[in-house]
């Protein structure tokens, strides 16, 4: 049975990112996969503390992290699935720290350090990487968002051998109500065009993806 994993890296369980993974796990399911979503927020857990029990000669946790907590389920869970879905808002130029924390305890319990391909894990498992993001897309090329995006996932597919695909959701919906905040330099506008024109795009590609990535 084909599994897929959902990891939101956003505070929000309701919103732009939650929303568009829930659209990728209905692809998955239509591929035929057992799927489940979880919120990086509601668990209680850190990042890596780099107690290196991963590394160890003969080591039990090879391709498993040695902390335990409330990740620790989940990351066991990751390794058995056939695609891992994940969602993150950009946060001062990067993904979140929740889903930063997952990133390092994820990919470094399966770095290795004594093989030139650097990895220890020996299955497949596809990567689809949802990305949300305020400001729009010309504004996003200007800061240079983009090159650490695909610099990250480079980086990490060789670690899981599988495919790896992006999604960039820009000039995202944020309030309710922009007439409550000190939102003077977006448009609320031109982002109710979006989210009202763009974004049931976004939502149909990311239950492609999640499609694609299931297999």
């Given amino acids: 049975m084909k599994k897929v994993l959902a990891i939101n890296g956003s505070p929000r369980k309701s919103c ?35 107690c290196f029990a991963c590394k160890l000669k003969n080591s039990k946790n090879r391709c498993n992290c040695a902390l335990k907590d ?54 497949t498992i596809n990567v689809g990487f949802i990305y949300t993001m305020g400001l729009p897309e010309q504004t996003v090329r200007e800061f240079g968002y983009e090159p650490p995006i695909e610099h ?14 992006n999604l960039l959701v820009m000039d995202t919906y944020q309030f309710d109500d922009y007439s409550k905040y000190e939102a003077g330099l977006h448009s609320e506008e031109r982002k109710r065009k979006v989210r009202e024109e763009q974004f049931p795009v976004d939502c149909s590609n990311a239950k492609a993806l999640g499609k694609r990535m299931a297999g």
């Avoid at 993974?21 to 990042?47: F, I, P, Q, R, S």
């Avoid at 950009?90 to 990919?107: D, H, K, V």
């Avoid at 990250?152 to 695909?165: F, H, N, P, Q, T």
Wanted: with cysteine.
């Fill in 16 to 50: 732009n990112t939650a929303t568009l993974l829930k659209h990728a796990l209905d692809g998955a399911a239509e591929a035929g996969a057992e799927t489940e979503l979880v919120h990086l927020y509601d668990l209680n857990y850190k990042g890596c503390i780099s």
């Fill in 152 to 165: 990250r996932s480079s980086r990490y597919s060789a670690i899981l051998r599988g495919k790896w695909e």
């Fill in 70 to 123: 409330e990740l620790s389920p989940v990351l066991q869970r990751a390794m058995q699935c056939t695609a891992i879905l994940l969602g993150s808002p950009i946060y001062l130029g990067s993904i979140t720290g929740a889903m930063q924390c997952f990133f390092e305890r994820m990919f470094f319990m399966n770095l290795s350090y004594d093989k030139p391909a650097r990895t220890n894990f020996t299955g």
